[in-house]
């Protein structure tokens, strides 16, 4: 049975979109057919990861939802991203950068309910074995939908008090959606916090399992968004962690 994964952060700049990325690149390469879309319409940027150029997206997103086209058309794949180890394949679904686009979201907005018509299309058009929602940070109609209709639903925090208090509200109202399975991720961890202790006390926290603590990286600021780092730094301590991570979700 395909698996939606929706991925979810109270506040933005969590890493919500690398998260994503990273996860479903390693599926694909274990020979999984894994989607990603990006609903983030008012300030898609997951593309920029897949090296995917908004001059060569025809439709988005926000076409489908507009009725300009049917989903299939605003598919893309983005297997090559994978490498000589490709084996399985990637598809991305981006939101439109264009600012009269996003300036029509934020005014008019979208019929919600086309949103999750167009997750089921894409999972049956595909042929996908995951669909990976890049959620729009926060609780509004359209993440609340995306929450509700996930597998699986992860949610990314910083180590930070205003990520703390954001958190405790996300995770009340998705067990109140009764979401099958959720878990968190601790991300951007200092070095000077013990990974084992810090995920021990936001589980007891939350009451909450918690998948994984991504430590900060340098190497993850220096590659900028300019690809996927599981990709590039496999054997580092947060490459580790992500497929740590992916593992844990797995199972």
Known sequence: MPEIIAIHSFRGGTGKSNTAANLACLLARQGRRVGVVDTDIQSPGIHVLFNLDPKDAAHTLNDFLWGKCDIGRAVYDVSRILGPEERGKLFL?????????????????????????GYQQAIEQFALDYLFID??????????????????????????????????????????????????????????????????????????????????????????????????????????????ILRRIET
């Open 93 to 117: 679904i981006p939101s439109s950068i264009r600012t009269g686009d996003i300036a029509r979201v934020l005014h008019y907005g979208y019929d919600i309910n086309l949103l999750k018509e």
């Open 135 to 244: 959620t729009h940070p926060g609780l509004n109609e359209e993440t609340l939908m995306s929450i509700a209709i996930a597998d699986t639903l992860l949610i990314l925090l910083r180590p930070d008090q205003q990520d703390y208090q954001g958190t405790a509200v996300t995770v009340e109202v998705s067990r109140a959606l009764e979401v099958p399975r959720m878990f968190l991720i601790v991300n951007k961890a200092p070095a000077s916090l013990c990974g084992d202790a810090l995920a021990a006390k936001v589980a007891a926290t939350y009451n909450c399992d918690v998948a994984g603590v991504l430590p900060h990286a340098d190497e993850m600021m220096e590659l900028g968004s300019s690809g996927i780092f599981c990709l590039t730094h496999p054997d580092s301590s947060l490459g580790r962690a992500i497929d740590g």
